[in-house]
Antibody, heavy 116, light 107 residues
Framework: QLQLQESGPGLVKPSETLSLTCTVS??????????WGWIRQPPGKGLEWIGN???????QYNPSLESRVSISVDTSKNQLSLRLSSVTASDTAVYYC????????WGKGTTVIVSS | DIQMTQSPSSLSASVGDRVTITCRAS??????LAWYQQKPGKAPKRLIY???NLQSGVPSRFSGSGSGTEFTLTISSLQPEDFATYYC?????????FGGGTKVEIK
């Protein structure tokens, strides 16, 4: 059964880099023929697509975040990663990883607070 | 970017009511649309994909319709467990975009 689990620091200081990992179990990212992506949800607000990566390493990013975001895959660990630089309080959110553009499987999410 | 306008933003309904939620795309997206249900503190759950295909395991009281720019999610008979927030997502072109959400509350 496919499962995704996000992990990473729950607290990040302003101007620093947010780094999260999504561990995938039940399917190999390397042979999945799928996109894998990140979505976030600020407290009390709606969902925002951050970006995705194909198994080949090709990425797509939301233009609103493109200058600060990087998504990568480590097929040896079956993980995808998110890095978001120069964070501010507006980056405080629950961060989800998911499979496919029409996200069919979601991780449970991890809360990241940006605060000094 | 394709804008997804979802309406209403909230609604109050009673158990047994028929509920309809609409998403309008700023340009045609064929049927590249999914619907999600989200309960507080939980990840979204996909209900509908390809605009009208019911996700496996989702009750048949949920249905989706539409193509192009107008899409509808219908709950034929609202159940207590359906009180939640619903979102649409277009995956026709990048950046992927969500509707603003519809919160379904108990009347």
């Amino acid at each position: 059964q496919l499962q995704l689990q996000e992990s990473g620091p729950g607290l990040v200081k302003p101007s620093e880099t947010l780094s999260l990992t999504c561990t995938v179990s039940g399917v190999s990212i390397a042979t999945s023929s799928s996109y894998w992506g990140w979505i976030r949800q600020p407290p009390g607000k709606g969902l925002e697509w951050i970006g995705n990566i194909y198994e080949s390493g090709t990425t797509q990013y939301n233009p609103s975040l493109e200058s600060r975001v990087s998504i990568s895959v480590d097929t040896s660990k079956n993980q995808l990663s998110l890095r978001l630089s120069s964070v501010t309080a507006s980056d405080t959110a629950v961060y989800y990883c998911g499979r496919r553009n029409e996200v069919d499987v979601w991780g449970k999410g991890t809360t990241v607070i940006v605060s000094s | 970017d394709i804008q997804m306008t979802q309406s209403p933003s909230s609604l109050s309904a009673s158990v047994g009511d028929r509920v309809t939620i609409t998403c309008r795309a700023s340009q045609g997206i064929r049927n590249d649309l999914a619907w999600y249900q989200q309960k507080p503190g939980k990840a979204p759950k996909r209900l509908i994909y390809g605009a009208s295909n019911l996700q496996s395991g989702v009750p048949s009281r949920f249905s989706g319709s539409g193509s192009g720019t107008e899409f509808t999610l219908t709950i034929s008979s609202l159940q207590p467990e359906d009180f939640a927030t619903y979102y649409c997502l277009q995956h026709n072109s990048y950046p992927l975009t969500f509707g603003g959400g519809t919160k379904v509350e108990i009347k």
